[in-house]
Every structure is written in C-alpha cells, then in structure tokens.
C-alpha cells in the first residue's frame, strides 16, 4: 500500500523550461547586487563559503564562482541556497511565479485526500521548493505538501538519500512511491525499496532504456476524490 508520494520537480511537477529559461535567468541577473547588498549577512558569508574549497574574499569574487557554477549546472547546496534567496524576492514583488503542469494542483490533492503524505525531493533548495508551490500560477499549494526534501539528505541518484527520507516518513519498503524524469534517480529509489515511476513531459531529457513504469502526467490514486480549488485570495 502506498503511504507517501514524493516528487522531483524540474520536469515532472514544472517544465524544465522554466528552471533554465526563467529561475536561473532571474538568479544570475542579479547575483552580483545581491552578494553586494547582503555581504555581511553571516547566513550569506556562511553559504559562500561553501561554494568552493578556498576563502573567497570579495562579493565580486562570489559572483564569479557563483556564476561559473551555474554554468556548470552544478547541484551545489550553498549555490541552491543563494539562488533560493535572490527568487524569494522575485516571488514577493510578483517578478515571479511558480509554473507547475495543468494537472499537478488537483493531483496533490487526489493524492493528499486519498490519506498519502505528499512530499518533494529536489535538488532545489527548501526554500526554493516552498516558494515555488506557495507562489504558483494555482495559488499556495504548500497546505497539499507534508515534506521537503533537498540534496542536504544526499544525492538524488544515492539509495542512501531515499533510505533517509524513508526513515523521516516512517516508512517500510515498499509503500513510497517517487515520480521523477530521470531513470539515474528512479534507480537509486528502487534500490533503497521505493516504487518509482518516469514522467515524461514535453521538453524532457530523452532517458536510457528502463522497465519502470510511466507517466506522462501524475497520476490520481485509485479512489479519485474532487478535484482542487485555489484559495480566495481576496481572503488573505
């Protein structure tokens, strides 16, 4: 029986076109001022000095590797964290909202009226993850969400990160169930005892060869309840 779903989010809750073309945009726009204006911030200098293995000293300095790592795409949690703060601001002001796929608000509710605990894992921050569900084109989807994960509990293509969030949820092998693009991360869930599926989007990574079941969009659980209506927000 099926007690929790976690989802990935870049390519199966959000088009990867977002992440690349909007998020990631917005973050390196404005990378510089923002390391500038909160250079004393101790949480700040702390998440710098994870971005490399040497003492940067300068806010100019911070871009440059910052920069140069989000070129590489790196899943660097300091640099997820620095990203996460710089979108926060783009979310307050209505710069940004969060781009999930048509189905996504209503199945997080199927899901979490069905009696399931609905979780995220991303290589995205928490924060980030939050400000994209509590942001989105559907309104604050975070009351649907019970958990976020991110690569603070390990990689996603580790069996060990899935074992872990396995034991933060109480589960037993076999009653997780983890939606994700990428076969590499279905693989390591399965390895640690989770079902796993592949979504398959418009936009997606074309993936290897694999016997796991898909999904071209998340899938209702069997006993579909009614479907989700967005919050009034003339009430906030």
Known sequence: MTRALLLDIEG???????????????????????????????????????LTDWLITTPAEATRVALALMDEDRKLGSLKSLQGRIWKDGYRTGQLYGQ????????????KDSGCSVNIYSSGSVLAQQLLFGHSQAGDLRPLIDGYF???????????????????LSLQPGQGLFATDIVGEASAAHEAGWQAVIVRRP??????????????????????????????????
């Open 12 to 50: 199966t809750t959000t088009p990867i076109s977002f992440v690349y073309e909007v998020l990631f945009p917005y973050a390196r726009a404005r990378m510089a001022d923002f390391l500038a204006a909160h250079w004393h911030d101790t949480e700040v200098r702390g998440e710098v000095a994870g």
């Open 100 to 111: 999930l796929f048509d189905e996504v608000a209503d199945r997080l509710k199927d899901w």
């Open 150 to 168: 991110d690569t603070a509990v390990g990689a996603k293509t580790d069996p060990d990160s899935y074992r872990l969030i396995a034991q933060r």
């Open 203 to 236: 936009g997606n990574h074309p993936q290897p060869p694999h016997s796991f079941p898909e999904w071209t969009e998340i899938s209702a659980p069997a006993n579909r309840p009614r479907a989700y209506a967005p919050p009034d927000s003339s009430r906030a």
